[in-house]
Structure formats: structure tokens, C-alpha cells
């Protein structure tokens, strides 16, 4: 399979896309106004201490203070709920792996042979803030008013609330992430086979450093990258990750909180720093700068890894990179709900809050043979557009998959067979967890990213979401018992003036009568013996309307 980068920078937005075998696999937007804050890892000045919230304020020079709770404090030999998280069994991994897996796969973490148990250690779900019942602790006892501490962005500061903080920092190389104030160690759990789980454990736990001036051993998690590289690799990359950490706390002595130390990598430096390697026959960048920041961290890499190292080209063509490789067309398409296969049939993709549910349509093949073989056909070529529009739209939490009925049993494993061996390029863990007799399939992806329509597209102001409209005919009944609440409350004489748009008031005046003269409104007039004018306003949304009175003498239209 030969794959291609191609990443484009103009006017304050970065895009990058991964091509395989020439067809779009992965898109990255990043927009400069849109930069995120998560990972970026400070030095703050503690302003204030709540002991009755177990929690603190951090100045980090941001507009609003950021929070601090108890239990993202590291204290040396105290269990904390985000190094005790890294290696839970349900969701484990470090509260900063999944942004150093924003171009891949969150890893999840192999525990280690020394963890606590979840009951043991107090370990508390997500959104739970009561401290572990084996580490309660106040917060007073680790932390005072005026302090300097460094901290990492673990959640980005909302509309009215500061950013979440955290002393349990992570920071990633291309094989492991280093966790400087934790002394714990733990494998991703998607490498595979066991013997080489454990080797990599091994050789983290082996060769790891020390940290601070109490001497503690760092803490290292093998990423699965990490699978199959070589004991020299691995080390180079976590000797790498060190250095990074030496650097941060170097400069945190020689400056004053609050004060930014170290700043998550730009779309660029994570695509050279997690996906960039030999297999990557053409990577093209037509921004100078840019070109140069990628050269420069593969530069300072190359020591880390026996691979060639790719060939980062600079395209200097008058025409758009994008547009040349014909790559905006298929964006467009990755946002549209309908997507066509070859054969002639169809997927239908609708997104929601909860899941996305996907419909398998035969759409105008009607086959050579018999039923089954042309829904078989079809429902194998759905599997593999859908693993592929999963992957580009990045798709998460519950999808659904509604396949064509196959009455054999022996084609529903077929057709998940083809589907799970589709989603096996996917670097983000899916889980496929079954077919059912009618052919619905549920799968799990993990949410990394937001999916690219929130990135592109935003919530219709008109339809609130809903993807409907109401019909001018429904409109056109709530303007008639509009009509009459408001005769009630004017005097007779007066003129009511009704503004709609041009499919409503075409209602308004025909209604469903063929007969001219006889709709709606004529009738109401008749009914309730007043003048009824009405006008078309295009400027309005299907769903509004406006119903006024005016004087005889106020109505330029109506002679007094």
C-alpha cells in the first residue's frame, strides 16, 4: 500500500491529509484562531485554596484562573485518580496520552503487575469529584496560597470556567510517553503478542531515569508504536522525551509564574513527530516555514530510528496542492450524508449526539443472479466505504450499521469479516461487536478528535439540528389561527397585513383547492368579514411569519 502527505497552509488554517493508494484516508484541519490549549504544560501561582471543594485556583496567565483538584496532585507514594486512570481496566490511559494520540489510536495501557485495584485504590469515574477513599487527603496539606507549581492543561477552559489542570504530566515521543512525576509504568494494550508486550515493559522499567531530588524512577508508557522497534529505538525515544522534560524544568527555574513552558506541537510537528516514516513514498508541504519546522524534528529524530528517513518536498506549483491531487471534491463529499457506491447502491450517514447510524441501500443494482448474491455483493463493498468514511469523517462512540437482510447465515460472517479486515487500517481502536439475524452490526470507535462535520460545519440556525423544515402548509395554519387570535383583539376596520415567504403565502391564497379564489385566505375573510392583505418577504425563514393590523387610513394599500 503506498501512502502519500499532503499538507497545506494558508491563511491561518493547516490541513494535512493522508492518502492511500491514492484515495483520501485522513484529513487533519488545524486552525491558528482555533489552537488549543490542552497539553500546554505551565508554570502557575497557586491564588486560592478551597478546602471545602478540594480544590485550588492557578494563575497560569490565562483570562480566567484555572482549577486544580486534589486528586490531580501528584504527591510521591500517595495513589491519585490520573496516574491510577493510565492504568485502569475500563477507560486506562493517561490523562494526556489521548492528546499525544490525536493523530492515532488513544492507547490504552496494560496495568502493571504492582497496580492497585479499582476497589483498592479508590479509583473514581470520570466526572466524579469526591477524592478516593485510600488518598483522601486535604488539599491544604499539599498545596498553599502564593505557591509555584508546574501544571498541565488537561481540559480546555470553557465559556465561564478556567481550564482543568493537572501535576500528572505527560510528555509524548513517537514510542512512549515520559510521565515525569509518576514512577509507573504501563504498555499500550493493542500491542500484540504478549511476549512482546513484555519486553517493552521491561525495557522501560530497566532503563528509565530518575526524577527530581528525591531520586523517584520516571514513568514511562510504551505507545504501540513501540510494537516491533528495536531496544535501541525505544531507548533513543525515551532518552528524547527525558530531555524534553530536563528542558521544561530548566526553564521553569529561570522564570516567574505565571509563564508558559512548554506548548502542545502544531498539526505539522505531530504528523512529524507520530505518523512520518519510510512508508510514506511522497510528502509534500507548500509552505516554507512549515517545510523547514518538519526537516528540523526529523532532523533531531534521526538517531531514534533504523528507518529511512522520508523525503519532505516542498511544492512550489501555481495551482493548490489540494485541488491538485483533486481533494477538495472529495471533502465536500466526506460531509454530504450520501454516499454512492460503484455498484450502484448507497450509504446513508446520519450523525447524532449519541451514535451515528449508518443505512445500507441496493440503490439501482439489481444483480445477475439471485437475491442473496446481489445483496452479499453489496453489503461487502457498503463494508469497506464505511470503514474508509468512518476513518476520513472520524466517526466515534456507537455506530450502528444497518446492513441489507442476507437470510444466510454464512454471508453475515462474510460480510463482517470484510468489514472488520477494512477497519484494520484504522490506527483509532474500533471494536466490532457482532452482527445481528437482520443484519444490524454495532461497533464502538474511540472519540479522539471531533468528527470532521463539527469541524467544518456548524449547527443550522433554521432547522436547530433537525435536518427538517416545518412544511408551508403547516406554517400556513399556524398564520390562519394567528390570524383569528388577533381579529379578536383589533378593531373590525382594521387591515391585517400577513408577511410570509413566497411557498407560504402561494398556500395562503390557493390552499389545497383547485379552484382559484377559494383558499384559505378568501375564505377567512369571508368568515370573519375583514380585510386580509398579504405580502411575500423573502428575508424570512420558511418558519416565521409576522401578522400586524394597520388603520384604513395607515394602509397605503386599502382606500379609507
Known sequence: MEASILITHRNGETRAAILEDGDLAELYIEREADRGLSGNIYKGRVTRVLPGMQAAFVNIGLERAAFLYVDDIIVPGRPHRATLNAHADDEGQHAHVEQSEGLGSVERTEAPATRESSEGAGIISEGDNRAPVASRISITDLIRPGQEIIVQVAKEPLKNKGARVTTALSIAGRYVVHLPNSDRIGVSRRIEPEAEKRRIKDLLEAHRGENGADRRPSGFIGRTAAATRTDDEIL??????????????????????????????SLPLRIARDVLDASHAHVLVDDADVLGEINAVLESRKEETSDVRPTVEYYHEAKPLFEAYHLEQRISEALAPTVALKSGGSIVIDETESMTAIDVNTGRFVGSRDLEATVLKTNIE???????????RNLGGIIIIDFIDMQNAASRDQVQRALAAALARDRTKTNVLGMSPIGLVELTRKRIRSPLSRVMMERCPYCDGRGRIRSARSVGHDILRKIEEKSHHTPPDETLIVSSTRRVVAWLADGDSPREGDGPIPALERRLERRILVETDEALHQESFSVTARARGEDPLVKP
Open 236 to 265: 533513543a525515544d525515551m532518552r528524547y522525551t527525558e530531555r524534553l522534560w530536563h528542558e521544561v524544568r530548566a526553564k521553569s527555574q529561570n522564570l516567574s509564574a505565571p509563564a508558559l513552558l512548554r506548548s502542545e506541537l
Open 382 to 392: 457498503a463494508a469497506h466505504a464505511i470503514a474508509k468514511e468512518i476513518r476520513l
